[in-house]
């Protein structure tokens, strides 16, 4: 079956430009987290979504950064008038949401490079 | 808060040598663990998980990890290192009412033959 894929692979984009990020989860997964994995670091949370209830955006790191989920489906990560600190690897993950044991399933990631 | 620290960014083992990887975890709450693999140019899946269930845990690949809550631990080992063994490891937490999982900065494991 399909996993999580996300799109673009790789995005080079130049300072102070918006970016838009694609999370497609697995088919039937109600929670979906987004995290940056910057050089050298862990994951880092960024945001979480369980199906229609408001999602838990604690993790943002400022409001240059936002994310959307249509349907409870497709996610859409957005990073607004980038800054070079911004690149980093983004990876998206998703679980069926049966509570916090769920095992997450992550995509490969988008790796975004700001000039 | 939670927090994750795993020592040791890369360690190396010879092949057919014991591999352990350590993590320690801070929780203010009863916690889950969890170790990720990442294997080269893959996503990270899960290798085992600790649910509060039995402390002694058991993954794929012949891997286990114990929770010792005494200290605060949660190390990831293998009796027997393969070449496939070579990937980048990660150790996470949640716990709690909020919804963040804490991972760690990973462990890039090398197995020499």
């Known amino acids: 079956g399909a996993g999580v894929s996300q799109s673009p692979s790789n995005k080079v984009t130049e300072k102070g430009k918006d970016v838009e990020l694609r999370c497609d989860p697995i088919?039937?997964?109600?929670?979906l987290y987004w995290y940056r994995q910057s050089l050298g670091q862990g994951l880092e949370f960024l945001i979480y979504?369980?199906?229609?209830?408001?999602?838990?955006k604690s993790g943002l790191p400022s409001d240059r950064f936002s994310a959307e989920r249509t349907g409870g489906s497709v996610s859409t990560l957005t990073i607004q008038r980038t800054q070079q600190e911004d690149s980093a690897v983004y990876l998206c993950?998703?679980?069926?949401?049966?509570?916090?044991?769920?095992?997450?399933?992550f995509g490969p990631g988008t790796r975004l490079t700001v000039l | 808060a939670q927090s994750v620290t795993q020592l040791g960014s890369h360690v190396s083992v010879s092949e057919g040598a014991l591999v352990l990887l350590r993590c320690n975890y801070s929780?203010?709450?009863?916690?889950?663990l969890f170790w990720y693999v990442q294997y080269p140019n893959q996503g990270l899946q899960l290798l085992l998980k600790?649910?509060?269930?039995?402390?002694l845990v058991k993954g794929i690949n012949g891997f286990e990890a114990e929770f010792k809550k005494s200290e605060t631990s949660f190390h990831l080992t293998k009796p027997s290192a393969h070449m496939s063994d070579a990937a980048e490891y990660f150790c996470?937490?949640?716990?709690?009412?909020?919804?963040?999982?804490?991972f760690g900065t990973g462990t890039s494991l090398t197995v020499i033959p």
């Open positions: 979504f369980q199906g229609n209830s408001a999602p838990d």
């Open positions: 996470a937490v949640t716990g709690g009412s909020g919804n963040q999982f804490y």
């Open positions: 993950a998703s679980s069926p949401d049966r509570g916090k044991t769920d095992t997450q399933y």
């Open positions: 088919s039937g997964h109600t929670a």
């Open positions: 929780s203010s709450v009863p916690p889950y």
């Open positions: 600790y649910t509060s269930a039995a402390t």
